[in-house]
């Protein structure tokens, strides 16, 4: 008797912190819609958010696997408060370093997003992303280090990928880039062990220095 009570007791915690809570925020207080129930796994966010916000994500709640933040919008921000001391962050850009090294393994990005900040994703536990079409900007090291990232597709109005960008992607076997890009950066692909065959599009003009070193899969680059 007592071990059926304690294996429901346990279902029920399980189901508690496992169930998705669901916010339409204002900037800079989704603390206060979220409350003290920051054990949950799945956040859904509606309305509008600021670097504040993500503060707040990163480090409070640790347990989170999945984000969905494609109905909010980012606004500007001029008085946030995070680890880097930076306070003023644009509208409508993820900001940097916003969620390194977090356990997200999902995330759906906000609709109307320009810009990755540097850093904003690396280190995550991301398998797949889907970027959207309105991003023109990634941030240097982006996703640096996210070791189950297996495959991405960077958007036609993305020009330039960055320094580092997928540096330490251990498990990234596909990569599409935009049939606009001009550049890649230094040490882009680095260490991505598991890269076998990159396409470079006809727009590009620069490739930064050991861009695709130690890609120890690499059997073709075409051009």
Do not use: W
């Not at 670097?51 to 347990?63: H, L, P, Q, R």
């Not at 889907?130 to 990634?138: D, K, M, N, V």
């Amino acid at each position: 008797m007592y071990k059926k009570i304690l294996y429901i007791a346990v279902l029920l915690m399980m189901s508690l912190s496992a169930r998705a809570i669901e916010v339409s925020s204002q900037a800079g207080v989704l603390y206060q819609y979220v409350g003290a129930d920051t054990t949950a796994t799945t956040l859904v966010v509606t309305g509008e958010m600021n670097a504040n916000d993500f503060t707040f994500i990163s480090e409070k709640m640790k347990s989170l696997k999945q984000l969905d933040l494609a109905g909010a919008s980012i606004m500007a921000c001029s008085d946030a408060s995070t680890f880097l001391g930076q306070k003023e962050f644009k509208a409508n850009a993820l900001p940097q370093f916003a969620l390194m090294g977090s356990a997200i393994e999902t995330i759906k990005l906000p609709k109307n997003l320009v810009e990755i900040g540097e850093g904003a994703l690396s280190s995550t536990a991301i398998a797949s992303i889907e970027l959207p079409s309105t991003l023109t900007t990634i941030g240097d090291a982006a996703f640096a280090g996210c070791k189950k990232l297996a495959t991405i597709t960077i958007p036609s109005n993305v020009t330039t990928i960055g320094n580092f960008l997928f540096k330490g992607c251990e498990s990234l076997a596909s990569a599409t880039l935009s049939d606009k890009i001009a550049s890649i950066g230094n040490h882009t692909f680095a260490q991505c062990k598991s890269l076998t065959n990159v396409t470079l599009p006809a727009s590009l003009q620069t490739i930064g220095t050991s861009a695709f070193a130690h890609c120890s899969s690499l059997s073709a680059i075409e051009i």
